[in-house]
């Protein structure tokens, strides 16, 4: 029997998850999600299991890796030697804002890029330009500054390789992980 | 122009290093025929304190890498005709001295090295040489010289250096060394030579440290400055960058990104031991030596944005240096220690600036073009190196820091991480060849170049070490 409350019990709780709002993608997607929902508390569960108990390691947070959730979008991506985040990234900084604001206990490490072209060191400074931009969004947005740390790898781990400007523009990203994920 | 006919390039194939400018079709030929096929070399220790350096660095890795090739891509005006004629009983060892020698005096670019042949009867220090003859060989000046058995496997290694028109002696040495010094007292030859008949100091002896993308993997090479020996200080499936030679040459400092960001760590040479100097919140980059050693400056982003700071080079005593709400990176010391020059966008596009190692107003330094990045000073502080973008083009340009006159000294599209030869005279910089990072060097007037590459892999972020200590 309680085997049997322990299961409905997370059952409701993934629901409560995956009803928690989302933010819209720019496609213009319909959000049927009920606006604020508060999400699963950080209560620890005791042995056996109790009502009202939730997921308290935010990496188990099933919408992290769930394509149909803005959460499991993760990159940012800037204009040609600019750190603006564009219209269309706003509601993935704020839906990890809010999975921030949910789970103190998570920790993200938001890490820079640049194009290739021109000093290392310089592609350094703008990729820490880039990620310092989306922590200062996150952070206007309530996530706390301890939970968000800003870096820059620069030039050196391009998701693509050509010389172009298509590549380029894949290249001049932030890329927002969580803690077990780097 | 009859002394093109007359000069061969005698290279052997195991010097790895291609000669090309004027010489004849046929000994270009012989040569590249000879190139070896997998570059691989054992470990030939220089010297003995290098020896013990080297050791502890094969230990941490243990791993032989393909050796950079050399070729000269363009000649100065002026060079000396030069005669290096074999040694006796140079056979004993086994890189030989004269093809080393003759092979450091070509790549400067100063010599033309006039091929001898066997010489009968042989010559060595010891001969009383009929100068009038070589001058009829069109030869300014000429090397003799022997290697003879010291007994316990050393060899004494002598040599005369003779200035042909004016029929005196310009003085020799004499090595005591093992086989495995051979190479290495090859270049203090050749660095003797070239101050006697320039005037400048030589930097045969000294060691190059780059970076080598292979697939996934990224090593940190040292190599002797003619690239052979190649040596790993470490290997890292994440990047590897900056490079840089504390003053005494035992150290390096340099960014790696194992954990995911970057961390500034300084490398002991001689133990394979390293330390995270600079390992804050954010990314920790760009480090730059003091002239004593003691210091580093570095761009750190733990208080937001890119900032100087310097930091003890044991990672204590860190202090902030700039307060800008730019990136402020890339510093270097000057070489009297009284100003860090750095790259900075506070005025828009990324400019050279300077501000006192003690801290004070900023000063801009450069002011053609609207991409100046990269600053490194020449060893004397006159001269100012730097990468400047012309047309979308990123070249390497130099600065006469008390004219401001700038001339650009490459003509590549993605040069970068240019670094003086410790005698001011030669600056490596990382370029690009068909898509893959090479090296490359440019004297500071800009008319001899050269190309150093690994076969198949990517090459990059070059710096030049310091004067050997003895």
């Not at chain 1, 998570?106 to 000093?119: C, F, T």
């Amino acid at each position: 029997m309680k085997k049997l409350l322990l299961a409905a019990t997370m059952t409701a709780v993934l629901a409560a998850c995956q009803s928690t709002p989302e933010t819209q993608e720019p496609a213009g997607v319909e959000d049927r999600a009920p606006k604020a929902t508060p999400g699963p508390t950080t209560t620890p569960v005791p042995p056996g299991g109790v009502p009202g108990t939730a997921i308290t390691d935010p990496s188990k947070d099933p919408r992290l890796k769930d394509p149909a959730s803005t959460l499991s979008k993760r990159s940012v991506y800037f204009e040609f030697d600019s750190d603006a985040i564009k219209v269309e990234y706003v509601p993935v900084v704020e839906a990890h804002a809010a999975f921030l604001r949910q789970y103190k206990n998570a920790k993200m490490l938001i890490q820079g890029n640049a194009d290739e072209r021109g000093s290392r060191e310089y592609n350094l400074g703008l990729g820490q330009r880039r990620s310092d931009a989306i922590k200062k969004r996150l952070v206007l947005l309530g996530a706390t500054e301890s939970q968000v740390e800003s870096v820059s790898l620069g030039e050196e781990k391009p998701v693509c390789a050509e010389h172009d400007e298509a590549c380029w523009a894949k290249n001049r990203r932030g890329d927002m992980l969580y803690g077990g994920e780097y | 122009m009859a002394i093109v006919g007359l000069w061969r390039q005698r290279l052997r194939s195991r010097l790895g290093v291609i000669i090309r400018g004027r010489y004849s079709p046929r000994s270009r030929g012989t040569f590249l025929a000879r190139f070896p096929q997998s570059g691989l070399r054992t470990n030939r220790p220089v010297t003995q304190t290098l020896r013990t350096a080297l050791a502890a660095l094969v230990l941490v890795v243990g791993q032989a890498h393909a050796q950079l090739s050399i070729e000269i891509t363009g000649g100065g005006g002026d060079q000396i005709p030069i005669a290096i004629v074999p040694f006796a009983g140079e056979t004993q060892l086994q890189s030989g001295l004269s093809d080393v020698i003759e092979a450091d005096l070509a790549r400067s670019g100063r010599f033309r090295t006039l091929y001898t042949g066997p010489q009968d009867p042989p010559l060595n220090e010891a001969t009383k040489v009929n100068l009038a003859d070589w001058r009829g060989r069109t030869a300014d000046a000429l090397v003799v010289g022997g290697v003879y058995p010291a007994g316990g496997g050393r060899y004494e290694v002598r040599f005369r250096l003779y200035d042909v028109p004016k029929q005196v002696s310009l003085g020799g040495v004499a090595y005591t060394i093992t086989a495995a010094q051979a190479r290495a007292t090859a270049h203090r030859i050749a660095d003797f030579v070239y101050e006697k008949l320039t005037g400048d100091k030589g930097v045969f002896a000294t060691r190059i440290a780059y970076v080598v993308k292979s697939g996934p993997r990224y090593t940190l090479q040292i190599a002797d400055a003619d690239g052979a020996n190649p040596q790993t200080a470490i290997t890292s499936n994440e990047p590897i960058m900056s490079p840089t030679w504390a003053p005494d040459g035992t150290r390096l400092a340099y960014v790696s990104f194992e954990a995911k960001k970057p961390v500034v760590y300084v490398h002991s040479l001689a133990t394979g031991q390293r330390q995270a100097v600079a390992n804050f919140r954010g990314s920790n980059s760009a480090p730059g030596w003091s002239p004593d050693g003691r210091q580093l400056a570095v761009a750190l982003s733990r208080d937001g944005g890119t900032q100087l700071f310097i930091v003890n080079a044991d990672g204590t005593g860190v202090r902030r240096l700039t307060s800008s709400a730019a990136i402020d990176t890339e510093p270097r010391f000057s070489p009297d220690g009284q100003w860090i020059y750095f790259t900075s966008d506070r005025g828009g596009g990324p400019q050279i600036y300077r501000i006192a190692a003690a801290g004070g107003d900023v000063q801009r330094v450069t002011f053609n073009g609207d991409y100046n990045v990269s600053p490194r000073l020449s060893p004397d502080g006159k001269m100012l190196v730097y990468v400047a973008r012309n047309a979308g083009r990123f070249q390497v340009a130099a600065m006469d820091l008390a004219t401001r006159q700038t001339q650009v000294l490459t003509d590549g599209g993605r040069d970068e991480s240019p670094s003086f030869a410790p005698n001011g005279k030669m600056i490596l910089y990382a370029t690009d060849a068909g898509g893959r990072g090479v090296l490359a060097a440019t004297s500071s007037d800009g008319r001899v170049k050269q190309r150093l590459s690994v076969p198949a892999a990517d090459v990059r972020e070059p710096a030049w070490g310091p004067y050997p200590a003895n």
